[in-house]
Structure formats: structure tokens, C-alpha cells
């Protein structure tokens, strides 16, 4: 089989099409079906890169080692510049070959990572596919589609110098039908008429979001995100060169002192009968404590699968009752689709929270494989959420139990391969913590009902400010889907938000007040983020993209504002619904 032959954009949509996971990475064509069910990061994740070029996301989450085993993936090559698929889990639609003379043969499962002999036909057929014609050259995907009332055309057909096509956006009667791979146009705000839906007001309100970032974000056109995306890998390899990935373990020497301090304090406290501030002083170890979980699960201590994650899972599933692998699981694909509505489970909250106008239609999640039904629990809740908010970050840390639980006990947590060790290790781990917390603390320990309904309260509510730091950073920023033309690094900072500290407070935060810096560079150590936070921000005045800091309090109104603007929206949406069904007609003029 010849790796270095060129593939086309037709060749590698009949692929997909056939059901096999084809994504590009620097100029190569990786052919990852196999590698899927063993991707220590979860099959999720390279579903959501299929069709894509994902050479900045493949560069920044895997380790140098890693990278050079990706050759062995390799089944071609592309000619630059290549145009992104729809992932045919958000939507994309791929067709086969249709006729004898263009067929692909699929790959037996036992030869991987290669297409073998079945390649070579791929390469003798896509001779003939190199057609002039847009239609042939543009990929096949069902659009996005949102109801409207609006008939609204945008500028038709066109092509840039790079070849690539924009292709036609147009808003009729019924529906709003836009291809994501053209450069989204600002649509004019304009008065609702009498007659327009719920479904429209939600999509016009969707669009007002869109139209929002389009206005204070560089341009999707493809030179303009093409400079950005080489600025962005200029900037990795500076971050590279410079040493930014070397890890300062002086720092979690610290750090260690730290979590034995708090440690002790809660374990004499306990001895000596100082329930509660035994229960305060055990709050504080978890709360530091998990910070160091966090960087492991992306590999920034050691840059080692085995060596984080045993920390992390020592740490998070050991020491805290908390499952490190359902974090993993979750927490990568919302590095990949951040804020996306459909996609991002961190975002996942409806009825209680939801955080943009996607939700306002029932939204059917990828990652739990669940529909998001907006129904009357959500009319109800949603417009009091930012009222909810303190009161849910309180007791956030029972839902993780629940989700710990619910995701060891799922086969989503069988991994194979190098990290099939992890889940029985969990489990194990997870066991230890109910038997030392559960029966040796609170049962042993603490003479009393009371007292020990007292400590979980105390010791687990206390927790609540690393729930508020978790959600401050994406709570506020946008939801909107700008589309497959967006660079990964525009798309990272838009709907990301920093918290700016004094340096003696950073142990406070634990590295997630840098949050624009770390969804760049998520493999960076924690100790190094504010020194690179200085080159990023230089990244963005050169870029023209905004970087969202705000200090912690600001930054919880920003929160706040958010939740209360949203949960305003449904409440106009409610006093709708009731005018209509009372007179039959639209409350929304």
C-alpha cells in the first residue's frame, strides 16, 4: 500500500461513509478505527475530529511519543488546503460511491491501521474525481436547520483564492437553512411579526448570539483563519522551544505540604473531637487537592499516561470518592466542543441551568446519548436559575458521586488496550474511600446521627468554590456555532473566560483562572500558565480575537447577568405560550 498517495475530498467522504474514522493531520490522511476503542482519551474524542483537519488538537493533547505513532495510522495524504467535514456525530452526511467504477472496498477489521489492497483502488479511482464542478468538490452533509419566518438570501455563490467554496445561506418560510462550511453573514435584527413560533424566536434568538460573535470576532474567511491557525502553531512551537511543557515539581512539593497540612489539621481535629472544624479543614484538603487531580488527567505532571494517571486516580477516586475516568471522559470532549450545546456535557444542565438559547428546543446529547427535553420543569426553573445558582454549587459535589458511579458502572468506562487497567483500579479505589470514609470516619468515628449528618453537610458544602470556579470560566461566554471554518484557537478563546488574581493567590485557584491559556495549551503544567499567559495574550492582540479576564467577583456577575438574561428569555417565551393557547394568537410583536 503507498501511504504517501494523495486522496481527495471525494475519496475520503466515500470512507467515512463506510463508517471508518479518516482524520487529517498535518497534510496526512490517519485511518483511527481501530485506535478508537483504545484511545486512552475516550472514542468520543476522535469522533468529533472525523472529516477534520486536526492537527492543532492532535498537537496539543498528545505527548512527542505519541505523535510519532500516528504515522503508523497513516493511509495518504491531502493537498492543502483541505475543508473541513461536518463529524457525522454533529450532523454530517457522507455518501458513498455510487456506480461500479468508483467503489470503495472497506477494510477488513484485522488490518489495521491500514486500508491495505483497498486503498490502492481509492487511488486508481480518484483520478477521475477531480472535477471542476463545486458541487462535486463541496461536502455532503445534512445542513443545520432552525424554523423561522424570515426569507432572507445571502450572497450566493462564491469561491476565495484558496479554492474553497462558500456555499448558499438562505432563511425561508419554515426554515433557517445554513451550510457550515460557508462564512456565516450577520443577519440584520429586525422586529418579530406577529405570527413567528417559539421555534422561531429561538432560532432568531440564536442567531442574535451568532451575530453577536461575528461582529466582535475576526472574519471566518479562510485566509483570515488561516493566519491565525499559523500564528497559533508559531506560538506551540514557541511554547515547545521555550520549555513551557517542563514541569517545576519544586511546585508540587509545595503543594504536598500544603494538602498534608490541611491533612493533619482535619485528622487532630477529628481525634480531638472537633467535629466541625475537623469537617472545615477536610473540605479545604479537597478542594486543593483535586486541582492536582485536574493536571494530571491531562498529563501535566510527568507527561506520562501511567504515572498521571495513577496520581489522578490516587487522588480524585482514593482520596476524594470522585471518578477520575468519568472526568476524562467528559472533560475531553468538552476541550474539543466547548459551549456547544448538543455536544459540550459540561454545559448539560437543563431543566436546572441553561446557559444559552440552544437549549430552548430539546437538544439531543452526544455524549450521553440523551434527548435534553425542554419541557415544563425547565419553563419552570430556568427563570429562576440565577436565584439557584449559590444554592446548587453547594451541594454539587453529591452529583458527582452520582455521575462517579453511574459512569464506572457503564460500559463507556471499559477501556481496552494500554489503559484497560484503569477501571477495575477506580473501582478498587473508589471502594477504599466509602470503607475510610463512610465506616471508619463517619461511623467509627463520630459518636452521633447528628453530628455526622452535621460533618457531610459541613465538609461537603464547604467544597462549593471549586464548583464556582469550574463554571465560571464558560457559564458566561458564548454558545453560539460559528461553523467548521472557525479556527481551533478562535474558537477556544471565544468561549473562554479568565480570572485575574494577584500571583500570591493562585494556590486559591489551582490553575483554572487561566482557563483561555489551558484550553490552548492543556498539557502545560499549572505552575508555568501565568508566564505563558503573557505570550497568549500578545497571540490575541496580533489576532484581533478578545481575551475575556475578569476579576473573580466580576466574574460571577458576568455568571449571573448570563443565567438572568437567559432565564428572562424563557420567561418571555411562557407568557407567550399562555397568550397563544388563551386567544390562539402570537404573543411575540
Known sequence: MDRNQILTPRAIESLIADGHYIVINDGQVLRLDGWAEKHPGGKLAIRHMV?????????????????????????????????????PIRGGVFRKYQDEEESISSAS??????????????NSSTTSLELSAHNDRKPYHEPFIRSTSKTIES?????????????????????DVFDPYSELKT?????????????????????????KDLENYPSLDFETQRNITKKYQALHQRVKDEGYYDCRYIEYGKECVRYSLLFAVFFVCLRTEWYMTSAVFLALFWQQIMFTAHDAGHRGISHNFVVDTLVGLFIADFCCGLSLGWWKSSHNVHHLVTNSPEHDPDIQNCPVFVTGPGFFKSVRSSYYDFTFA??????????????????????????LYLLSWLHLLSPRSQNLGSASWTRPTEIGFMLCYWYFFGYLLLWRSIPTWNLRVAFVLVSHVLTFPLHIQITLSHWATSTADLG?????????IRTTMDVDCPTWLDFIHGGLQFQIVHHLFPRVPRHNLRKLQTLVKQFCEETGIEYKILNFVDGNKEVLSRLDEVGKQVEMLVQCQKYMAETGESGLH
Open 109 to 122: 477489521d484485522d488490518e489495521e491501521p491500514a486500508l491495505a489492497s483497498d486503498v490502492a483502488s481509492v
Open 155 to 175: 450572497d450566493g455563490y462564491g469561491s476565495d483564492n484558496s479554492g474553497d467554496v462558500n456555499y448558499r445561506r438562505a432563511y425561508q418560510a419554515k426554515a
Open 374 to 399: 425542554w419541557d415544563a420543569a425547565a419553563d419552570f426553573l430556568v427563570p429562576y436559575q440565577k436565584y439557584l445558582y449559590y444554592p446548587t454549587m453547594l451541594i454539587a459535589r453529591f452529583n
Open 51 to 87: 472529516g477534520r483537519d486536526a492537527t492543532d488538537e492532535i498537537n496539543v493533547y498528545h505527548s512527542a511519543k505519541t505523535l510519532r505513532l500516528m504515522a503508523a495510522f497513516r493511509i495518504g495524504r491531502i493537498e492543502a488546503p483541505w475543508t473541513n467535514f461536518t463529524p
Open 187 to 211: 443577519v440584520p435584527d429586525r422586529p418579530l411579526p406577529q405570527d413567528q413560533t417559539r421555534d422561531a424566536f429561538t432560532a432568531q434568538t440564536m442567531q442574535d448570539e451568532i451575530n
Open 484 to 492: 467548521d471554518a472557525e479556527s481551533f484557537p478562535q474558537r477556544q
